[in-house]
């Protein structure tokens, strides 16, 4: 077997096909590692901004009053940018970069509407006016170009020697079928990981050995999990590739199928399917929301101004009917907010569970998964905010009882307490990535990818021990 | 030559390959036809609510220096070819007398579920990009290399014929296979968009297609040429397909994104954009020492632009300011529904001070815009133009910028639609002219008599025509056509002097 194995590598070594993998995967990972380093510092830089000015609002406010802080809320929450964005953009464009802790809607004379979460969406980039590409990350170079070559390296590893007549010669020998077809397996296997793994080398070493960006341990631990997953992408098609080869009588044909089938679902799959699935559903434009969000206001407040007038002025009961309008119209509209989030979220759910019929989708999102990017990651810093915000209402109660002077009633200023914060003692956010939440989102599709490889491994192999010679 | 023709034509109709190729295309163009109508059909539906929305905020609007026009870009039925940007720049811009709307003003309709941007959407021209370099590819490697493998070009060549003739031979029987699957694709989704009702087409349309069409089969011929090359080139069929992969890979997936990654910004850009912004606040601090002047000159004392009248209702002062966008602009609107009978006698004077300032406003954004249109040119536009060549250095880079000049989702062609609104925007001016809007009353108050609308012009786009869709094209395809020239004489004279 390791006979077999080292004859095909040394094969594969001295060919074209070697020599012009190594070259375009080099290419794709320095240009991957330079565009890194050119944005990464400047994204963290303005995240770091973005925090810090969030902490001096909240102490400004702390500093006034319990009020002040329980009235403007926590402010703009922002999601920290990933070290390890270089292996999957994730269309991170799309996906806003910040949660609304503390929007305003209203505002009378005596009355000020309480903070409510909302989850502003993205905005776009109107001004760009340069042609949109994909953008060349692990993610791409992976899911298209590794793929590629791993086909290129097996369409002729069984049917190009049953054109020469080798095969012939190579099973006359007394070695069982499945031992060449390991054989050829490891060899191809090997081959393809000989410029992938350099490709990688080298990019990472210039992205650690650069001052700008700072990989820590955990990094490292995603990065090797990132690493395995290509590993197992490529196993994929090379026993794709191996399957065909075996089928087919000429190479030519093999890599004529292997190259629709790969087009099909590698390039045309995700993206249509996706659209399938999310232009069949639709969650209701949006001038239906602000339409509703008004109504449940009006509603609320016509019912409020006739229980207000009929209390008697300056008693704790009309403090008591202020102070509940104010947090029941935020607690519904907050409610609102979260509905359509949810609504949105889960549309985006239906269409990816389509688009896993694709294996290239499988693996951007196993690497996205791990590299803190795209769209499962935007769930963790929405769940993330959410606890934050239990978290910090959890501390304005427990500061207002704390205060032997206040009436305990939440939404008025006379009702609550006037006495100003420690800044320190408010709870701060912090973004942070979950190692075994990912694994445990990423689960699935591993094993959705695992299957994938085993099924076109066995199939090859009952291709190749059924084939006539 | 013709028996040539139809030895060759034969050998590629009885192909796996053939067979392979028309199911692909038929299924790629037809499944993504129905999802790309779809899609325009949804955008369409947002078109025209934002249109129905905007003409009733207008008719809401009390007096003229309220009313805010806002003018929408619809989606173009050609876009289910070439997305290009109109589905990536704004679609709805406000026409303000005291501003020259641009691209970079632009907003975009609010869209159901932003986060399902996520997933990219593919248009027509992108399966042929792919799909149809690759077939060409595909049927290309083996005809010289593979004949002389087989030891059957030895054999054509002891007949007299000419080189040249059996190149030729070759070229045309290939291009009318790989036109099979092209042609019928494409006819199955045009009979898709025509019998879609929500897609108005016009003559101009189909004509547009035609000239994708025929840029695809340049386009196409490209692609067929290289691979003919390669085999010209290597001894080996095996050789020939791999080199042609790689090729392949190399014009289609990786320079197009990779070339872009790996250009510098420019620096340069950002201190022109400062020294722009400057000179426009300095115009707009001119402008308002005017006014200045113009309230200490006047018959009533003080230099207070309400007059000290007393009134109820709404006012709007707001500053829009971008320094990245060199926008910075006043806007100024009263709706005023109640005047205290005392300060009647000023009326006249506020009527008398805004039709001085106004027509100054008018000429101060023309002049702002004189200064603002070289700058965003060079800060916005040359980047993209250098990145555009740049991307034509690939046959894919020529091909989609010459599909999107014919549907016209290029840039320029969505710029004609801001020009359109400019030309708009004189034609509101001209409006408020003839109504002698800014001397009247109702500029500012709707306590007697409200601001009328119904004459105003409506505003109504339309893509430029087919002859501009020509011109704009033409240059891309005739650098398609040279491309073709240069590769198959380059062909011939290595086909003439190898040995066999």
Not at chain 1, 138 to 146: E, N, P, R
Not at chain 2, 102 to 111: E, I, N, Q
Not at chain 2, 141 to 158: P, W
Not at chain 2, 364 to 379: H, M, N, Q, S, V
């Amino acid at each position: 077997m390791w006979h077999i194995a080292k004859r095909e590598l040394s094969n594969n070594l001295n060919s074209l096909r070697f020599a012009l993998a190594t070259v375009l995967l080099l290419g794709l990972m320095l240009t991957n590692a330079v565009v890194h380093l050119r944005e990464h510092p400047e994204r963290v830089q303005r995240y770091r901004e973005r925090v810090s000015g969030h902490q001096n609002n909240i102490a400004a406010q702390a500093s006034n009053s319990l009020y002040d802080l329980a009235q403007k809320g926590p402010g703009y929450l922002y999601k920290k940018p990933s070290d390890l964005r270089f292996c999957a953009e994730g269309g991170e464009a799309f996906m806003s970069d910040r949660a609304q802790a503390g929007y305003h809607r209203w505002s009378t004379d005596t009355l000020k509407s309480f903070w409510i979460l909302a989850y502003p969406s993205a905005t776009p980039n109107l001004d760009n006016v340069r042609p949109d590409v994909t953008k060349v990350d692990w993610g791409f170079i992976i899911g298209y170009v590794l793929s590629l070559v791993a086909l290129l390296f097996t369409y002729d590893s069984i049917s190009g020697e049953r054109e020469r007549g080798t095969l012939r010669l190579t099973l006359s020998n007394p070695i069982p079928r499945h031992t060449v077809l390991i054989g050829k397996f490891l060899g191809a296997f090997i081959s393809v990981s000989i410029p992938f793994i350099l490709a990688v080398l080298v990019n990472l070493l210039v992205i650690s050995t650069s001052s700008g960006v700072h990989l820590d341990s955990e990094a490292w631990g995603r990065l090797g999990i990132i690493f395995f997953v290509a590993v197992l992408y490529t196993c994929l098609f090379l026993a794709l590739g191996m399957l065909v080869s075996a089928r087919v009588q000429r190479s030519a044909v093999s890599l004529v199928i292997l190259l629709l089938v790969w087009v099909v679902f590698v390039v045309f799959m995700p993206s249509t399917l996706a659209s399938i699935a999310g232009r069949s559903t639709s969650s209701g434009p949006t001038y239906d929301f602000s339409e509703r969000s008004w109504k449940l206001h009006e509603e609320l407040s016509s019912d409020y101004y006739s229980r207000h007038y009929e209390a008697p002025e300056g008693s704790t009961k009309k403090i008591e009917i202020d102070g509940e309008y104010v947090t029941k119209d935020a607690e519904q509209q907050e409610q609102l907010h979260e509905e359509r989030l949810n609504r949105r979220i889960a549309e985006v759910h239906r269409a990816r569970a389509i688009t896993r019929i694709s294996p290239v989708t499988i693996v951007q999102n196993l690497i996205e998964s791990f590299a803190g990017t795209g769209f499962e990651r935007h769930l963790q810093f929405l769940e993330n905010v959410q606890t934050y915000v239990r978290e910090f209402r959890t501390f304005i109660v427990d500061t207002d009882s704390a205060d032997p002077e206040s009436l305990h009633i939440f939404g008025v200023r006379t009702g609550m307490s006037q006495e100003p914060v420690s800044p320190e003692s408010v709870p701060k956010f912090e973004d942070t990535l979950n190692l075994s939440r990912d694994f445990n989102t990423a689960a699935t599709e591993l094993l959705l990818l695992t299957l994938f490889v085993l099924v076109l491994l066995s199939g090859a192999y009952l291709a190749f021990v059924r084939v006539e010679v | 030559m013709l028996t040539l023709i139809r030895r060759e034509l034969l050998d590629n109709l009885m192909t796996f390959r053939f067979a392979a190729a028309v199911f692909i295309m038929l299924l790629l163009v037809v499944s993504n036809t129905v999802v790309l109508i779809k899609d325009y059909e949804r955008r369409l539906v947002d078109y025209n609510t934002a249109v129905k929305t905007h003409h009733q905020q207008l008719q809401d609007k009390k007096t003229y220096s309220a009313g805010g026009l806002h003018v929408d870009r619809p989606p173009n039925p050609l876009s289910i070819f070439n997305i290009g940007m109109d589905k990536q720049l704004g679609n709805q811009v406000e026409v303000y007398f005291g501003f020259v709307p641009t691209l970079w003003d632009a907003k975009m309709h609010g869209s159901d579920n932003p986060i399902m941007n996520i997933f990219s959407s593919i248009d027509i021209a992108f399966i042929f990009k792919v799909v149809l370099s690759l077939l060409a590819l595909i049927f290309a490697y083996d005809t010289l290399a593979g004949e002389r493998e087989q030891g059957t070009l030895r054999l054509v060549l002891t007949h007299p014929v000419r080189r040249g003739h059996i190149l030729f031979a070759k070229y045309i029987s290939a291009m009318v296979c790989l036109l099979v699957p092209l042609l019928m694709s494409v006819s199955l989704a045009v009979i898709l968009l025509t019998t879609s009702t929500s897609l108005a087409l016009s003559t101009d349309d189909f004509l547009r297609m035609a000239g994708f069409i025929l840029t695809t089969i340049v386009y196409l011929s490209v692609f067929y040429l290289i691979g003919m090359l390669i085999s010209a080139l290597t001894r080996r069929t095996g050789t020939a397909l791999m080199l042609s992969m790689f090729v392949w890979g190399f014009w289609v997936l990786i320079y197009p994104n990779m070339i872009l990654a790996s250009i510098l910004p420019q620096p340069t850009v950002e201190a022109r954009a400062a020294s722009t912004f400057n000179q426009i606040e300095q115009l707009w601090e001119e402008f308002e020492r005017e006014q200045e002047q113009y309230l200490k000159n006047d018959a009533v004392p003080g230099e207070d632009p309400g007059f000290g009248i007393g009134w109820v209702g709404g006012s709007m002062n707001r500053l829009n300011k971008d320094a990245a966008t060199l926008q910075y602009y006043y806007k100024k609107g009263f709706n005023i529904t109640e005047i205290d009978e005392r300060s009647e006698p000023q009326m006249p004077y506020i009527q008398n001070y805004y039709q001085f300032l106004v027509p100054l406003t008018i000429d101060l954004a023309d002049r702002t815009w004189r200064i603002r249109k070289p700058a965003l040119e060079k800060i916005y536009v040359r980047p993209a133009l250098i990145d555009r060549i740049l991307l034509k250095v690939s046959p894919i880079g020529m091909y989609d910028a010459a599909t999107q000049a014919w549907v016209g989702t290029d840039l320029l062609g969505i710029q004609d639609f801001f020009s359109a609104a400019r030309q708009y925007r004189k034609t509101v001016i001209d409006f408020f002219y003839d109504k002698n809007a800014f001397a009247s009353r109702q500029w500012i108050a709707a306590d007697k008599g409200v601001a009328d609308w119904r004459t105003l012009p409506q505003f109504s786009f339309q893509r430029s025509g087919i002859s501009i869709n020509a011109t704009r094209a033409l240059p891309d395809l005739f650098l398609l056509l040279i491309t073709n020239v240069v590769l198959f004489v380059v062909i011939f004279l290595i086909f003439v002097k190898t040995e066999v």
